[in-house]
């Protein structure tokens, strides 16, 4: 039982650690990008979000694409790019294809077209406003990205695994120090129990040889008691063959008589 915990237990951070990380890089990229005068770049790459169907079917509204910061100069026509621009009197980011290229004096200028566009961009694009090449993209992921970077987004799944795994790791660590105290306890009632088990030995040890002793003492007073008796009984002998002696010299000299 203690072993499935556990690894319910990692399963768990390894998916809540995996979904924080993710989604707060996607925010992060995806608010820094709201701006179109700068633009973040993770190892040289972003994602940004389709917003129309102006290059429909090479991508979609909805769609997420990614962007690589590219060399101007070894762009050709024909490539995909996001560059600054100007739409609806708004600065922002487009992505369009390059359909011609113009060089005059070594200074390069790009006209863009949608790939579902009848005519061109209106303005021309230089070298200082691109920004990448296009690379790659993931249908429908432009719309995850479009919650992830709302606030609803931010908080269903940012603040709210974040706060679930903050409690989990919060209740991880009072049952851990419930264990350390039980474990502490039954350490200190081991500890207490052995030396309880330690002190009735040396009593037990103390009365034997006060026992010992007492038998010891016992069998020298029996010995002492016997010596005596002994001695006493050899005294009176003595006194009984000496009065006979006596006696018998008294008869002697009487009958001499």
């Known amino acids: 039982m203690e072993t499935v915990k556990k690894v319910i237990g990692v399963i768990l951070s390894v998916l809540l650690w995996g979904i924080i990380l993710l989604t707060a890089l996607f925010t992060f990229t995806t608010l820094a990008t709201r701006d ?3 633009v973040a770049r993770l190892a040289g790459y972003t994602p940004l979000m389709v917003q129309t169907e102006s290059m429909s079917p090479t991508f979609n509204a909805g769609d997420l694409i ?14 995909i790019i996001t560059f600054h621009t100007i739409i609806n009197n708004e600065y922002a980011l487009n992505t369009h294809r390059i359909e011609h290229i113009e060089e005059n004096g070594g200074v390069r200028s790009y006209t863009t077209k949608g790939d579902n566009n009848a005519i061109p961009d209106t303005h021309i694009i230089a070298d200082g406003d ?9 249908a429908g992921l432009g719309k995850v990205m479009a919650f992830l970077s709302s606030s609803t987004g931010f908080l269903v799944v940012i603040v709210l695994p974040m706060l679930l795994f903050f409690i989990y790791q919060i209740y991880h660590l009072v049952v851990v120090g419930i264990n350390l105290k039980k474990a502490i306890a039954v350490e200190e009632a081991q500890s207490k ?10 009593l037990a040890e103390a009365e034997a040889a006060l026992a010992e002793a007492k038998r010891l003492k016992e069998e020298a007073e029996a010995k002492l008691a016997q010596a005596q008796s002994a001695g006493q009984t050899g005294a009176e002998a003595a006194g009984q063959t000496a009065q006979a002696q006596a006696e018998a010299v008294s008869q002697k000299s009487n009958a001499e008589e």
């Open 193 to 202: 129990a052995e030396q309880e088990d330690a002190a009735a030995a040396k």
């Open 36 to 38: 179109s005068n700068s």
């Open 130 to 138: 691109i920004v990448g090449k296009y690379v790659a993209r993931a």
């Open 66 to 79: 990614i962007i690589k910061a590219y060399d101007p100069a070894k762009l050709q026509e024909g490539d």
